[in-house]
């Protein structure tokens, strides 16, 4: 299993719209992948399912940890990290 964390910088959050494309791509991966809301200090969800995604409440400048555990866990944290710094579709500040 690894993890990374990881600081959001979308303005509104991760709300439905961005929370969507992020449970997309996650469901892309075989691994078991998880979420959990470190500011919030709300238990790991499973990212695969918007419900649980949602019910996190990520706000702008929380700080979520991201966990894969699988064979390819690895891609799925590169690919997920890589989709949140980008803004997931949203214009982000620096």
Same mark, same amino acid.
């Given at each position: 299993m690894r993890s990374i964390d990881i600081?959001?910088?979308?303005?509104?959050?991760?709300?439905?719209?961005?929370?969507?494309?992020?449970?997309? &791509? *996650?469901a892309g991966f075989s691994s078991v992948v998880t979420v959990e809301n470190l500011d919030r200090g709300t238990p790991a969800v499973n990212a695969k399912s918007i419900i649980s995604f949602l019910s996190g409440?990520?706000?702008k400048g929380h700080t979520v940890r991201i &966990? *894969?555990?699988?064979e390819d866990e690895a891609a799925a944290l590169d690919a997920l990290r890589?989709?949140?710094?980008s803004g997931l579709g949203e214009?982000?500040?620096?």
């Amino acid at each position: 299993m690894r993890s990374i964390d990881i600081e959001i910088r979308n303005p509104s959050g991760l709300h439905a719209r961005p929370a969507a494309m992020f449970v997309k &791509a *996650a469901a892309g991966f075989s691994s078991v992948v998880t979420v959990e809301n470190l500011d919030r200090g709300t238990p790991a969800v499973n990212a695969k399912s918007i419900i649980s995604f949602l019910s996190g409440g990520i706000s702008k400048g929380h700080t979520v940890r991201i &966990a *894969a555990d699988g064979e390819d866990e690895a891609a799925a944290l590169d690919a997920l990290r890589d989709l949140v710094a980008s803004g997931l579709g949203e214009d982000i500040e620096a």
